[in-house]
């Protein structure tokens, strides 16, 4: 059961912002949304996470809608580094039936060019 | 330093012959998780663990066991393993409490 939906690919030129969106529009009240990369076949890393506000920290920031049913992350002056694919999930922060289950999906593959 | 350690890395096997990838983390997280990355379909989750003697499936089990006999480890057992177990494996960990997962390097499993 897919719970978030993101497109497949995107592009943008470096030094410019990138802004990926994603999709969650069955987002349970308990659920933040957290961003994760993946670059070339190296494990996932975190990017960050948010519930409602919109949050930013050294590598993005997250912009989540009033609704809670969609997110932005955006990467202010993309760089060549930032070419990956970017996953978007959402999860409880505490115990529950759902913390377990994840679907990361196909995520959306960025590619920054010069 | 914090971190996820799978092992093997790399691994060529045949059609048939039992093996474990192991994944330990040092971060004391109650949660572990296993997810097999093949092209264009994603990551895709295979067994959890919320703790200690608690395993779960996930999207893919077929083909695979897991154990949890202590916190740090959280072994994939493939029994038998076949061509359509080739894949890119990921190990991951996290607190209950705090939600961010910290990922293994990957084991790439090829059985012939």
């Known amino acids: 059961d897919a719970k978030t939906t993101q497109p497949p690919s995107m592009d943008c030129a470096e030094g410019r912002a990138a802004n990926l969106p994603c999709n969650h529009s069955?987002?349970?009240?308990?659920?933040?949304v957290y961003w994760y990369r993946q670059i070339h076949s190296q494990g996932p890393q975190y990017i960050i996470h948010?519930?409602?506000n919109n949050e930013t920290n050294e590598m993005a920031s997250l912009i989540i809608t009033e609704d809670r049913k969609s997110s932005t992350l955006i990467l202010p002056h993309a760089t060549l580094r930032d070419t990956a694919v970017y996953y978007c999930i959402v999860r409880p922060r505490e115990r529950g039936s759902t913390l377990g289950r994840l679907y990361f999906g196909r995520g959306t593959q960025l590619t920054v060019w010069p | 330093e914090a971190q996820v350690t799978q092992n093997p890395r790399y691994l060529i096997t045949v059609t048939g012959k039992k093996l474990t990838v192991t994944c330990s983390q040092n971060?004391?997280?109650?949660?572990m998780s296993w997810y097999r990355q093949d092209p264009g379909l994603g990551l895709r989750q295979i067994y959890y663990s919320m703790n200690v003697e608690v395993t779960d499936k996930g999207d893919v089990p077929e083909g695979y066991k897991v154990s949890r006999k202590e916190k740090r480890n959280f072994p994939l057992i493939l029994e038998s393993p076949s061509p359509n177990q080739t894949s890119l494996y990921f190990c991951?960990?996290?607190?209950?409490?705090?939600?961010?997962?910290?990922f293994g390097e990957g084991s790439r499993l090829t059985v012939l």
């Open positions: 948010g519930l409602k």
């Open positions: 991951a960990s996290s607190g209950l409490n705090t939600g961010e997962l910290f």
């Open positions: 971060m004391n997280h109650e949660y």
């Open positions: 069955t987002i349970s009240g308990n659920e933040y």
